[in-house]
């Protein structure tokens, strides 16, 4: 279908009548707020579990959600545990009966030739599938890293595919960031592979534009867009010591500003009221916010705050009715004035150690849905918080029997909570 058509008819449905779609990485832009129905706080195994759909391989993508349609994407053969000899790395877009866990299609890219980063150090912390694919509701996108940019029908055949480049960070720890869509354009941040921002004709995989600058490397968050007004969208990237507002349609260069934030940027900036925030940074993590809707060097004037307890490494924040929520990688649950900058609480999660593993017990971002904080742990199972600036617990929701690792953010869609671990993705419903 025309991609101007099916705008006319989402616009012309009535709201109640068009779902509360999740098509990218932490749904709408990002921002990894829910709408629509009430989902379920409490759960197990045997629990409110509308079904469980093993999956090929592992991966620490998250899921996405378009109408009867769940995607998520996972990889086999090099690194992921099997009997898989190393020449045979590929990765998989599989697509998911909503209602039923019936798997429709799995598409095989590849073999993919072995330019990628090899398996040791903290490339098996999440392996070769942790970017999360995007739809416009009439294809489905992917960047596997080295191996490019994938764009799928709805019946899973190819329609293109492009490629992103094959360069290596100088720590080699592969490919994070994900998917996002802006009008007719697939955008991908190839920071690893290009130390670029890359942009392709949706239709076709064309090359559009190309965004470079060294800052990128090392830089593993998506990318956000900013409605300045009804003639201008920025797209906002975060390099290491500088935030770039893009024009999403030709790649130039708008404004920049200098901050603080500089190495290993795993986090994804969050927009809301003209200001972004952002966490990550290594060896000093700090957060910081900046106003939007710059014009060339806003360095001196655009940077709002920097606060180092008001930080996580990895894990992106939530916004919601003037609060900013986030948990740290240790298992710091917190809430911080967005305006000031300043924390209003830091509280341990109570954690049943004997489920912790190695590592840092949290990967995935949390999610806001009904009034309340999903946020999935790596082994210790999901915990809910209400969110408000009063610390709660509601919630230690477990999914035994699962030996993987629980990596990817959650989707959230007209009431079912998606979770994947490295084996199983879940549709989490209330069971009448």
Not at 67 to 96: M, P, Q
Request: with cysteine; charged share 20%.
């Amino acid at each position: 279908m025309n991609r101007f058509l099916l705008l006319v008819l989402s616009l012309a449905l009535p709201a109640s009548a068009f779902p509360d779609e999740w098509p990218r990485f932490r749904g709408p832009n990002g921002t990894g707020i829910a709408s629509g129905k009430p989902i379920p706080l409490e759960w197990s195994a045997t629990e409110n579990v509308a079904w469980k759909t093993e999956l090929p391989g592992p991966g620490s993508s998250s899921p996405i959600v378009w109408g009867d349609r769940v995607y998520v994407t996972c990889y086999t053969g090099y690194g992921d545990g099997s009997e898989s000899g190393i020449e045979e790395l590929r990765r998989h877009l599989v697509a998911i009966n909503r209602e039923t866990g019936a798997i429709l299609w799995t598409t095989a890219t590849g073999p993919d030739p072995l330019v990628e980063d090899p398996y040791e150090g903290y490339i098996n912390e999440h392996g070769y599938a942790s970017n999360t694919p995007a739809t416009d509701g009439e294809r489905i996108y992917c960047f596997h890293g080295k191996a490019g940019v994938y764009a799928f029908d709805w019946d899973g055949e190819q329609v293109w595919h492009a490629p992103t480049g094959d360069l290596h960070s100088q720590k080699r720890w592969g490919s994070a960031s994900s998917v996002i869509l802006h009008e007719d354009t697939v955008i991908v941040k190839a920071g690893d592979e290009a130390r670029a921002i890359l942009a392709f004709d949706a239709d076709t995989g064309e090359e559009k534009w190309r965004a470079e600058g060294s800052v990128l490397e090392q830089t593993y968050g998506t990318p956000a867009l900013h409605r300045v007004d009804e003639e201008r969208t920025d797209l906002i990237v975060a390099g290491t010591g500088e935030v770039w507002g893009v024009n999403p349609a030709t790649g130039k260069l708008r404004w920049f500003s200098s901050m603080g934030l500089t190495g290993n940027i795993s986090s994804s900036p969050v927009i809301a009221d003209d200001r972004v925030y952002l966490f990550g940074g290594f060896p000093r993590t700090m957060g910081l916010a900046m106003q939007l809707g710059n014009k060339g060097d806003a360095s001196g004037q655009a940077l709002l705050w920097e606060n180092a307890e008001v930080a996580a490494y990895m894990t992106a924040p939530i916004l919601h009715e003037g609060h900013l929520y986030f948990i740290r990688d240790n298992g710091i649950a917190c809430c911080a004035d967005p305006v000031k900058g300043e924390l209003l609480y830091e509280e341990r999660l109570p954690f049943d150690t004997s489920r912790l593993g190695k590592g840092q017990p949290f990967y995935a971002s949390p999610v806001l849905a009904n009034g309340h904080l999903v946020i999935p742990s790596r082994r210790a199972g999901t915990f809910v918080i209400a969110a408000r600036p009063e610390f709660e617990v509601v919630a230690i929701n477990y999914l035994d029997g699962d030996d993987g690792r629980f990596q990817g953010t959650p989707a959230v869609s007209d009431g079912d909570l998606f979770l994947r671990s490295e084996t199983a993705l879940y549709r989490i419903s209330k069971m009448e």
